[in-house]
């Protein structure tokens, strides 16, 4: 049961165009949203992220865009630059019972390869 | 500063035996997580320890899975009598206190964890 799906395994881009990668949940109650990249050998680390009551946020070339009534988040990179050739993973979570956001549920990630 | 490090960071061990997996946190971060990647899957949460709290251990797969961290410092994740299906690649991930509940989680490069 896959509470969090990206359904892209892979997307390949130009330089310089955009990248847009998708992520759609289930849980309703995901109230906040964060994305991860991933370099081969090396943990996650924090890209951007957005709470439930914005639809959108935007940090430089990178802008998470959140549609809570169709359960979908997307990141857009732009322009795309080959040193954003990473795995990039989509990770909910919800606001527990002691206030916390803690626990994310990731998605399989996409593998986005930004061409030169 | 020093990140997230993890040790070995990669065991090759026989089916039936027991492995520890090690993680050293980010100093004066209070929080810390493991999780674990299966081939071609999103991060898996396993445990979460914060502070002095009763950690949280509802994503541990099994009760052969269990993990401690002493001194509120380093954690160690023990796997009983391994499994093939145990095999992933284990990742610990700290972060700083916060009191905004939505705490950005810095992760290790990850154990891989090979179960012949």
């Known amino acids: 049961d896959q509470q969090v799906k990206q359904n892209s395994p892979s997307l390949s881009v130009q330089e310089g165009r955009i990248s847009i990668l998708n992520c759609d949940y289930t849980?309703?109650?995901?109230?906040?949203f964060l994305w991860y990249k991933k370099y081969p050998a090396e943990g996650p680390t924090f890209l951007i992220s957005?709470?439930?009551?914005?639809d959108k946020n935007e940090d430089g070339r990178f802008t998470v865009f959140l549609n809570k009534s169709a359960k979908h988040l997307s990141l857009h990179i732009v322009p795309s630059q080959p040193g954003d050739s990473a795995v990039y993973f989509c990770?909910?979570?919800?606001?527990?019972?002691?206030?916390?956001?803690?626990?994310?549920?990731f998605g399989k990630g996409t593998l986005l390869t930004v061409n030169p | 500063g020093a990140g997230v490090s993890q040790s070995p960071s990669n065991k090759v061990t026989e089916k039936g035996k027991d492995v520890e997996l090690r993680c050293d946190p980010i100093?004066?971060?209070?929080?810390l997580y493991w999780y674990r990647q299966s081939l071609g899957q999103g991060l898996e949460f396993l445990i979460y320890f914060q502070g002095n709290s009763a950690p949280d251990k509802s994503g541990l797969p099994s009760d052969r899975f269990s993990a401690e961290r002493t001194g509120g410092s380093v954690s160690t994740l023990t796997i009983q009598r391994t499994q093939q299906e145990d095999s992933a690649v284990y990742l610990c991930?700290?972060?700083?206190?916060?009191?905004?509940?939505?705490?950005?989680?810095?992760f290790g490069p990850g154990t891989r964890l090979t179960v012949l």
């Open positions: 991930a700290s972060s700083p206190p916060s009191g905004s509940g939505t705490d950005t989680q810095y």
């Open positions: 100093s004066g971060h209070t929080a």
């Open positions: 849980n309703s109650m995901f109230d906040y």
């Open positions: 957005i709470s439930s009551i914005k």
């Open positions: 990770a909910p979570s919800q606001l527990n019972s002691g206030g916390s956001n803690y626990k994310l549920t």
